[in-house]
């Protein structure tokens, strides 16, 4: 009966999604108030209803109600219950029923705030929303049902994928979805800007914080993915250049762009129209990746679903989120074009370039994707675009780009010129310098990109470390903490990310020069030897699981003094529900570096395989991606602070005006 009550929530959403796409733009075109009112009133409905059908579906995956077929093909009655909670998103019609849920969020969020917002935009806005509410429910309740019945009612359930067991997979789709979905406020304000052609600095400053918590929430889901591979998968790395991540890295950077080219449009009111057209791109690149995900067109471990008729349904919905969006944007596109009054050598040139080169590296992303693809649909070749090809496309790009990080900060606003900028530069240059003489200072020798790595690692931290002390060091006037708290949350907001691409380098750049592997077959007794640590396999002992047997290694590290530091048990599970075997990597995290363990196949007669790795400052990877993640919040939260002092200041001067206008319509009654 719950199950039937979630489906018929699911249904009222889209019936009330459908009003929430229709009176509203016909209210904000005729001027009409109560029919633009009827946006907030649906968004916050809808909200309710979706919340309702999501926790239906949750409760039959916590009862085990195996009448559902969802559950029955997706869980087991053996499964703890956080793999039985995550288990309701780790499958098509539950992730895609949770992607609604988040999508119907983000509307009732503004349909709750924005109150300063004029109505007429928050209501198309929210329409523009409902659509594509709309849109996703269609596709739930006409090809992927998640409350369907079975006529025959299985005992127990099939279980779901052991490799999906894991607490990454419980918190990476929902917080990779934030991501995705998030870009569909930007759409709708977009959209919403190209029906009235009008885009203002006040658009972008309410549009900013929704680009930023996406951004924000994509970053953590994409660190979170890789985090999951690195340490479930077995394989020791954390990046392969998957089309599933990929296309989640798609978005990213589109939506680094967008993050980036708004702020010109609130600061100087330049590049709207650009704006508005990569608002359109993140936000179709987030169904790119639904569709990639979807449709079984390409194979990747992260996939839900290789039905291509959902896949069409996913298609279909790409082709009017983009096709009419771009007619609309083609239509009055040229309205908001502005006539440019700055120079290049200028903090709007340095954003350009920072546009133009994220948008570059998306287009190569988007290339080594679709690409082998392509060519197979045309000729029959079956190839693989993998790492090569992006270390030779994709990372010098970026290497510009980290240059221009360093200088577009301290640049002024129409010219380049600021008392920064020179100090900053040389800092710059000497972090560089001193980054790369440190590398060559090692015995070993490296090529020309390692060195390339270190000094832009050097340049970028040493510019920010210089900006700061520039901007924070005590005066005269203002000692240091009167100044910080003067700078605008923006500026802190920028450092904290930046600097947490500087971790990240550090972390990719120190695995990828100073990794050390060792593959074996060892007995009980035998050590071996990696980095500078001896690992003794000292046997192999059951382990019974909750819902698995394995077999675990008992690996013994010691220092070259013969100290004992860690002892690592990785394990080869056997999942009997799912009848299958998986391999759980043991890992032993420290700043300095990972020691990292796999058991292979093998028995006490041949001996046991293993795969043993050090890998030198990786964490940082994951720590440099929450570094930009905490930049981020820093700057949302820094500007709902001064929006929320704006808008008391202008309630102060509109009750100020309304007081003058009262006395004077006293003193001319008086007349």
Known sequence: MIAEFGHF???????????????????????????????PAAAISVTLAVILSFSALVWGFITSDFSLALVANHSHSTKPMIYKISGTWGNHEGSLLLWILILV????????????????????????QGMVSASFMAFSLFTSNPFQRLSTIPLDGKGLNPILQDPGLAIHPPMLYLGYVGLSMAFAF??????????????????????????CALTCGIALGSWWAYYELGWGGWWFWDPVENASLMPWLAATALLHSAIVVEKRGQLKSWTVLLAIMAFSLSLVGTFIVRSGLLTSVHSFASDPARGVFVLIILLFAVGIPLAL?????????????????????????????????????????????GLEMLTGARITVGPPYFDATFNPVMALLMMIMAIGPVMAWRHGRTTRLRPVMICAIVGGAIACLALLSFEVGFGIGPLVALGLIGWLSASIGADIWLQLRPTKSADFSAKLKRLPRDVIGMWVAHFGIVIFMLGAVG??????????????????????????????????????QAIAAQLEYRDEAGNLFAVLTPEKRIYSAEQQTTTEAAIRPTMRGDDYAVLGDGDAQIGYALRLYYKPLISWIWGGAAFMAVGGLIAIFGRQRIIRHQNVAITGLAASDSHMTAASLSKGGKG
């Open 9 to 39: 929530a699911l249904i009222t959403a889209f019936i009330l999604s459908l009003a929430q796409s229709v009176l509203p733009l016909f209210g904000a075109a005729r001027r009409n108030i109560p029919m633009m009112l009827v946006a």
């Open 105 to 128: 969020i983000y509307g009732g969020l503004l349909a709750l705030g924005g109150r300063a917002m004029p109505i007429a935009l928050k209501a198309r806005i929210l329409a523009i």
């Open 190 to 215: 977009a959209v919403a800007a190209l029906i009235t052609g009008e885009v203002d600095r006040m658009w972008a400053k309410w549009l900013r914080p929704w680009v930023i918590a996406a951004w």
């Open 329 to 373: 944007y083609a239509w009055r596109g040229p309205q908001l074009f502005t006539t440019a009054d700055f120079t290049l050598t200028s903090r709007e040139g340095a954003l350009i370039a920072n546009n133009m080169l994220l948008i570059v590296a998306t287009a190569i992303v988007l290339l080594g994707t679709f690409y082998p693809l």
């Open 511 to 548: 695995d990828s020069l100073f990794n050390s592997e060792q593959v074996v077959r060892a007995t009980p007794g035998d050590v071996i030897k990696i980095a500078d640590r001896n690992v003794t396999f000292t046997g192999i002992q059951q382990v019974q699981g909750p819902n698995y």
